[in-house]
């Protein structure tokens, strides 16, 4: 149903992406990605890494790691795709927010709601 593979819109060392290898109605689940999460207060000795970039908030407390695909979504103002935190399992887990064609790059809002379009801190000053 996914893919990881080259995305045209992605500025980072790698340019990976998450495509749809089949069209997907919204609501369709599309990846459950595990966590490893550490507490808040470590995150100061991440920030000095590229992984700073991929964490998630998860919870007040902690921050994640997501496995699998999770943490090469890239982002978007306009999702396809929306994620909630399952913390009975420990995973995130991603939805198709509309109808996503074969070919298409999956996207999320970084800013973890797909109606907020708060400035992202990669592209802040």
Request: charged share 25%; glycine share 6%; aromatic share 16%.
């Amino acid at each position: 149903m996914i893919e990881v593979k080259s995305s045209p819109i992605s500025d980072g060392e790698f340019n990976r992406g998450v495509f749809a290898t089949c069209d997907i109605e919204k609501g369709k689940l599309l990846h459950e990605a595990p966590v490893i999460a550490y507490p808040n207060d470590q995150h100061e000795h991440i920030e000095k890494t590229l992984l700073a970039d991929y964490a998630f908030e998860y919870g007040i407390n902690h921050t994640a790691f997501l496995l699998g695909y999770g943490m090469l979504f890239n982002h978007s103002y306009e999702p396809n795709a929306v994620y909630e935190i399952n913390f009975d399992n420990h995973t995130f887990e991603f939805y198709a927010f509309t109808d996503i064609k074969a070919g298409d790059e999956i996207l999320i809002n970084y800013n973890g709601d797909v109606d907020i379009k708060d400035p992202l801190w990669f592209n802040q000053d």
